[in-house]
């Protein structure tokens, strides 16, 4: 399971405007992960997660119908030409 830094440096490396973290660069403590801004940033980060991996699922699954869909038109088109 990733953690909510993990996630949010993930979502950075996609592109996506990360908000900053309330407790800074450092790792978040028991103390800060229990403060309000800490709450609410670790709750936009999980919201923007959930999006892009969506996003990432949705994709794939349009890339593999794409290569499905290609894939028989080619097998079809051989059986023409053969035909």
């Not at 978040?28 to 609410?40: F, N, V």
């Not at 923007?48 to 990432?56: D, F, I, N, S």
Request: aromatic share 6%; proline share 5%; hydrophobic share 50%.
């Amino acid at each position: 399971m990733l953690t909510v830094s993990q996630k949010a440096t993930i979502l950075g490396k996609a592109g996506f405007d990360v908000p900053a973290c309330p407790a800074g660069d450092a790792a978040p403590d028991a103390s800060a992960a229990a403060s309000p801004a800490m709450q609410a940033w670790a709750q936009a980060v999980e919201a923007m997660y959930v999006g892009y991996v969506a996003a990432r699922a949705a994709k794939s699954l349009r890339d593999a119908e794409e290569s499905r869909q290609a894939d028989m038109l080619r097998r079809l088109s051989l059986n023409a030409w053969a035909a």
